[in-house]
């Protein structure tokens, strides 16, 4: 699986976001997807993450950093994994990183697959 992710740019505090990862291959409906965020100086850190569809349904995970102003979502029809941000404050500034992996998780072990990252600025 390779990932594309875009979206990314600079925004001014309380404004908004949506950043794309676009995936190729065949198989992307059996993987998770999970959002990562590393800022300068500071370890990759797990900011969402959304389940393969299952029987059950969709799970979806956040960051408490994020919890209600973050939305992750998935398009199994376009391969991609859309991570909608509003409220955007100046600590949400980092690179965005996207991974596939088997699981939801909330570290980056057990993702397998990464993008290259779209870098996301936000002024204060």
């Known amino acids: 699986v390779q990932l594309q992710a875009s979206g990314g740019g600079l925004v001014q505090a309380g404004g908004a976001l949506r950043l794309s990862c676009a995936a190729s291959g065949r198989t992307f409906n059996s993987y998770a997807m999970g959002w990562f965020r590393q800022a300068p100086g500071k370890e990759r850190e797990f900011v969402a993450a959304?389940?393969?569809?299952?029987?059950?349904?969709?799970?979806?995970y956040y960051a408490d950093s994020v919890k209600g102003r973050f939305t992750i979502s998935r398009d199994n029809a376009k391969n991609t994994v859309y991570l909608q941000m509003n409220s955007l404050k100046a600590e949400d500034t980092a690179v965005y990183y996207c991974?596939?992996?088997?699981?939801?998780?909330?570290?980056?072990?057990?993702?397998?697959?990464w993008g290259q990252g779209t870098q996301v600025t936000v002024s204060s």
């Open positions: 991974a596939a992996g088997g699981q939801p998780g909330v570290t980056t072990i057990g993702y397998d697959y």
């Open positions: 959304i389940s393969a569809i299952s029987w059950s349904g969709i799970s979806t």
